[in-house]
């Protein structure tokens, strides 16, 4: 057998603070689930926004596509999408 098939782990509901499965796929029941869980996990903010330099790129004026390129591109298109 497949060992991409067999070695899957399990997927676990969704729960809520009280550990409560929450079964609907849709509802604000889930949706409050995954934001306290997801707000319980962040990192602090202190207020301090980091400073980012400023980058000189330059502008792409130009794309050379060859037949090569084009192969490439085909033979990436009949790889099998399904495969993780």
Sequence with gaps: MNKRV????K???????????????VG????NA????FSSVRE????VT???TALSVPNLTTINVGTQ???????VNKLKGNLS
């Design 6 to 9: 067999s070695n899957r782990s």
């Design 34 to 37: 995954f934001n306290d869980y």
């Design 44 to 47: 602090q903010s202190n207020n």
């Design 69 to 75: 390129d084009v192969l490439a591109a085909a033979a």
């Design 11 to 25: 997927i676990t509901a969704v729960t809520d603070q009280n550990g409560v499965a929450q079964t609907n796929d």
């Design 50 to 52: 980091p400073q980012f």
């Design 28 to 31: 604000i029941a889930l949706a």
